[in-house]
C-alpha cells in the first residue's frame, strides 16, 4: 500500500529527495524508474507555520490551529514502505511524523491525506521567519549532496540491509 507525505523543506528539492529515496548508489535508469512511481503535486498545508531554525540549513513547520497560518510545499504520492522508512531516518528525532490533509495549490478542493514532519526540538530553535527554498538550493544544497553526514541515518540503511 502507498502512501503519501507533504514536504515543506529541502525534501522539495528534486536533488535532495532523489538522494534519500533512491539513495547515493542508485543507478540513474533505477532512480527513474522509482521517480516515475512518485506524484508530485504542489500543495498547502493550514494550520501551520514554517520558520527557519537558528544555525541550521532547514526548516520547521509547528502546527498553530489558526486557518491564516499556512505551508506552501509538495505532497509526494505514491511512497512505499521503504520509502517511508528512509524518509523517517533522514528527518531523525528532531521530527515527528503524523498525519495531514493538505490542499493542492491550484485546486483547494482537492484534499490529500498524507503524512508530515512536525519539529517537535523546541520552540527556541524557531527563528522569527521563514525559510526559503531558493536561498537552500543557491548556496547549501551542493554542500548537503557532497557531504555525506547530512545523509548518513539514510545511507545506514543502505549498508545494514
Known amino acids: ?17 532523489t538522494r534519500v529515496i533512491c539513495g547515493l548508489s ?10 516515475e512511481t512518485l506524484v508530485f503535486r504542489p500543495a498547502i498545508l ?3 507555520r514554517r520558520y527557519a531554525l537558528k544555525g541550521l540549513d532547514y526548516p520547521g513547520v509547528i502546527r498553530t490551529d489558526k486557518e491564516e ?20 531516518a533522514f ?3 528532531e521530527y515527528e511524523r503524523r498525519p495531514a490533509t493538505v490542499h493542492i495549490a491550484d485546486n483547494e478542493d482537492i484534499q490529500v491525506d498524507c503524512q508530515v514532519y512536525i519539529w517537535t526540538a523546541g520552540n ?7 525559510w ?15 557531504d ?14
Open 1 to 17: 500500500m502507498s502512501s503519501a507525505a507533504f514536504f515543506y523543506g529541502t525534501l522539495m528539492s528534486p536533488d535532495v529527495h
Open 26 to 35: 542508485s543507478s540513474e535508469t533505477a532512480k527513474q524508474r522509482k521517480l
Open 46 to 48: 493550514k494550520g501551520h
Open 69 to 88: 497560518d499556512q505551508v506552501l510545499g509538495v505532497v509526494c504520492e505514491g511512497l512505499l514502505p521503504g520509502d517511508v522508512k528512509r524518509l523517517d
Open 91 to 93: 528527518e531523525g528525532d
Open 124 to 130: 527556541h530553535h524557531l527563528e522569527a521567519h521563514d
Open 132 to 146: 526559503e527554498l531558493e536561498g537552500f538550493i543557491k548556496s547549501k544544497q551542493a554542500l548537503w549532496l557532497n
Open 148 to 161: 555525506r553526514c547530512e545523509f548518513y541515518m539514510v545511507d545506514k540503511l543502505d549498508t545494514s540491509a
